[in-house]
């Protein structure tokens, strides 16, 4: 069975600070993971993917096999930052995302 | 353009009764997905429509559960019997051909069973 971990129900940083958000996974195979991020009032919305490599709003997240993790990481963190991050996997083949229970990030200004 | 759509956005019913929930994919998605939210949990997969027919019904709770794509579009999410346990947030996404396809998410139902 496919499982994702966040263990992180809440983090606050101050703005400015590096901010990572932890993100495990356990999959037998060559998974696809997602950060899937929820602005107050706002409906879930894609971050970025492993598979793109992309830096989206200065966010990176790198898969790292051995670990099994992709964590979410951001040299600066900013006020707008705030929100729920959640962490999903994709199954090889498949289309159903499994997700994380998701952490509350809190920038303090 | 237009994103996936749900309605009504809140749905406060009573133990017992039926409730249909309703999900607008964006045009031309051929892939729609129901999940699940409640309190302080991920979204959790319901079922999984490609065109007019539910590929994946796996995450369905019970046979109280049921959903149709009539016309390969609209999705509707219908629960029998509802119980207090099935409040939660039911969010529909829609990806343009299913697999590894970007899901869009909607603004999600709250279902609240009294």
């Known amino acids: 069975a496919q499982r994702v971990t966040q263990p992180e129900k809440l983090l606050s940083v101050f703005k400015g600070a590096p901010v990572e958000l932890k993100c495990n996974y356990s999959?037998?195979?060559?998974?696809?993971l997602f950060w899937y991020v929820q602005y107050s009032r706002q409906r879930l919305q894609l971050l970025l993917r492993?598979?793109s490599r992309e830096s989206i709003k200065g966010f990176t997240a790198d898969l790292n096999k051995g670990e099994t993790s992709f964590h979410l990481k951001k040299p600066f963190a900013q006020e707008e930052d705030s929100a729920m991050y959640y962490c999903?996997?994709?199954?090889?083949?498949?289309?159903?995302?499994?997700f994380g229970k998701g952490t509350k990030l809190s920038v303090i200004p | 353009g237009a994103g996936v759509s749900q309605t009504p956005s809140n749905k406060v019913t009573e133990k017992g009764k039926y409730v249909e929930l309703r999900c607008d994919p964006i045009?031309?998605?051929?892939?729609l997905y129901w999940y699940r939210q409640s309190l302080g949990q991920g979204p959790e997969f319901l079922i999984y429509?490609?065109?007019?027919?539910?590929?994946?019904d796996s995450g369905l709770p019970n046979d109280r559960f049921f959903a149709v794509r009539p016309e390969g579009s609209v999705s509707t999410l219908k629960i029998q019997r509802t119980e207090r346990g099935d409040s939660a947030v039911y969010l529909c996404?829609?990806?343009?051909?299913?697999?590894?396809?970007?899901?869009?998410f909607g603004p999600g139902t709250r279902l609240t069973v009294l």
């Open positions: 996404a829609s990806s343009l051909s299913g697999g590894a396809d970007t899901q869009y």
């Open positions: 999959y037998s195979g060559s998974p696809e």
């Open positions: 492993h598979i």
């Open positions: 999903a996997l994709l199954g090889a083949g498949s289309y159903q995302l499994t």
């Open positions: 045009s031309g998605h051929t892939a």
């Open positions: 429509f490609q065109g007019t027919g539910a590929a994946d």
